[in-house]
């Protein structure tokens, strides 16, 4: 579901942005030239995109990945290298719930405004920080589970070299 509102992120940000360039370079009768607010609606929908696709990304496997080193490893070692990677992950996107938590509530009891082309509350664009790391560190703990169950030895999902 995730997956699919960062696509539909996406292709709005490809509609504005295409939009934004035929204005500014075709004269159309009736319709201003450019789009003033696109820049600042791309950069929303970039961030919106990051943050909607890491959980789904983290599911599949597909984060950035650099394997090489661990398949190298005596299996153990690799293998206590998988968990410590997803014990700290779990713990920096706890720390980051927490954090983008505390910002956005501060962001919403000070009314804090983003004022550029467009004015809206500033905690609107930190509100979805904390939910997406929540979903991410949930997803680290069903990784730890997974690697709990799985053999000795680095995973198997999502390498890079076989």
């Given at each position: 579901?995730?997956?699919l509102?960062a696509?539909l992120a996406l292709?709005a940000?490809v509609?504005?942005?295409?939009g ?5 370079n075709v004269?159309?009768p009736?319709l ?7 820049n600042e609606?791309s ?6 995109i ?13 984060h950035?990945r650099?394997d ?5 490893l ?18 920096c996107?706890l720390?980051?719930?927490?954090y983008?938590?505390s ?14 082309t467009?004015?809206?509350p ?9 939910i997406?790391?929540?979903?991410l560190?949930?997803e680290?703990?069903?990784?730890m589970?997974?690697?709990?169950a ?13």
């Open positions: 579901m995730l997956a509102a696509s292709l940000m509609v504005v942005i295409c934004d360039v035929l204005t500014r004269a159309l009736g201003p030239r450019g789009i003033a607010w696109s609606i950069e929303l929908l970039l961030y919106a990051t943050l909607l696709a890491a959980p789904w990304l983290l599911r599949e496997g597909r950035i650099v090489i080193v661990l398949r190298a005596p299996r153990k070692i690799a293998y206590g290298c998988e968990w410590i990677a997803d014990a700290l992950g779990f713990v996107c720390w980051l719930v927490f983008g938590a910002a956005a509530l501060k962001s919403n009891s000070s009314d804090a405004l983003s004022i550029k467009l004015v809206m500033e905690w609107w664009f930190l509100a979805p920080l904390p997406c790391f929540l979903l560190a949930i680290f703990v069903f990784r589970r997974r690697l709990g799985s053999e000795v030895g680095p995973r198997d999902d999502a390498v890079s070299a076989s």
